[in-house]
């Protein structure tokens, strides 16, 4: 599993910075192949899940960078680039070919990101194959808590995109995780309450 990523979160412009110094603690630099060097930046730091190309988890993966680094005017566009390149790890990397560190090619990364990943019909549809390819939970141990807590992740991917209310399909393939025990406890509590088991406060 990637770790979270270590950021500078700029207090003032990178282009103001001082030079680098070894002994700065507080301090970030960037070294590209083209030799290019990113001022030293003070900062707090802030961290970042890396993004690996997961579908699924682009909108988290965006907001975040969004609010961090995206939208804060103080920092170069180049400096957006190699954070966000940073960022960037496993298939999630094809959308860096051919794009060097340069000012103008920040926009088009962001571009090539999206068009590659900000696309909910692709997502709702990877999510609900999850659901559909999750394991049936055993009787023993937490075998069916952790079903649950799996179905709990997906199902609030999935509640972007769906009305559970009005997909019983969703529902039934969610009961179908849990063993028979557990479904028919399931089918005694909505005969009792009059209506559907409410996945929307999954």
């Known amino acids: 599993m990637s770790q979270p990523a270590q950021l500078p979160f700029p207090q003032s412009s990178p282009r103001d910075s001082p030079p680098y110094s070894a002994a700065d603690t507080n301090s970030a630099t960037f070294t590209t192949q083209q030799g290019f060097r990113q001022p030293t930046v003070q900062l707090g730091k802030v961290t970042l899940e890396p993004f690996t190309g997961d579908i699924t988890q682009f909108q988290r993966f965006w907001r975040?960078?969004?609010?961090?680094?995206?939208?804060?005017?103080?920092?170069?566009?180049?400096?957006?680039?190699?954070?966000?390149?940073?960022?960037?790890?496993?298939?999630?990397?094809?959308?860096?070919?051919?794009?060097?560190?340069?000012?103008?090619?920040?926009?088009?990364?962001?571009?090539?990101?999206k068009k590659r990943y900000d696309r909910p019909h692709k997502t709702r549809a990877t999510l609900y194959r999850q659901l559909q390819?999750?394991?049936?939970?055993?009787?023993?141990?937490?075998?069916?808590?952790?079903?649950?807590?799996?179905?709990?992740?997906?199902?609030?991917?999935?509640?972007?995109?769906?009305?559970?209310?009005?997909?019983?399909?969703?529902l039934d393939l969610v009961r179908s995780k849990f063993p028979t025990d557990i479904q028919q406890k399931l089918h005694d509590l909505e005969f009792q309450s009059g209506g559907d088991f409410d996945l929307t406060k999954s």
């Open 64 to 113: 975040a960078f969004e609010v961090a680094i995206h939208e804060d005017n103080t920092i170069s566009t180049t400096y957006k680039f190699l954070c966000l390149q940073s960022l960037l790890k496993g298939e999630a990397q094809i959308v860096l070919h051919d794009l060097d560190p340069v000012e103008c090619n920040y926009f088009e990364l962001v571009r090539a990101l």
């Open 133 to 170: 390819q999750l394991p049936t939970a055993g009787n023993s141990g937490t075998d069916p808590r952790n079903t649950w807590f799996r179905v709990s992740g997906i199902l609030r991917g999935l509640r972007k995109f769906e009305d559970f209310r009005t997909v019983l399909p969703i």
